[in-house]
Nanobody, 115 residues
Framework: VQLQASGGGLVLAGGSLRLSCAAS????????VDWHRQALGKTRELVAT???????NYADSVKDRFTVSRDNTRRTMYLQMDSLKPDDTAVYYC??????????WGQGTLVTVSS
């Protein structure tokens, strides 16, 4: 299993970024996948989830600003982040949990939002 996150960078507050997560090694089309983030000195938190049929859920802190989507043909999940705030600064990880409850994580991509 591989989850390759990309698209992070430095952006001014109010700006936008689009993260991508390329998945391989499991049945992506039938899987729920999600984005988590971890800010320096804080615990990792769930940001957004997308199910196999495209239903999504968001943390309250990002609702109405972030949009999660997927392209099953490309085996890729996306996170469109708009109206970014300094509090969104974190390493963002894509994640999949298999049917046995084992967690798989990507390597993370750093998002830095400056004020």
């Amino acid at each position: 299993v591989q989850l390759q996150a990309s698209g992070g960078g430095l952006v001014l507050a109010g700006g936008s970024l689009r993260l991508s997560c390329a998945a391989s090694g499991f049945n992506f089309r039938l899987s729920t996948v999600d984005w988590h983030r971890q800010a320096l000195g804080k615990t990792r938190e769930l940001v957004a989830t997308i199910t196999s049929n495209g239903n999504s859920n968001y943390a309250d802190s990002v609702k109405d600003r972030f949009t999660v989507s997927r392209d099953n043909t490309r085996r890729t999940m996306y996170l469109q982040m708009d109206s970014l705030k300094p509090d969104d600064t974190a390493v963002y990880y894509c994640h999949w949990r298999n049917s046995e409850g084992r967690d798989f994580w990507g390597q993370g991509t750093l998002v830095t939002v400056s004020s």
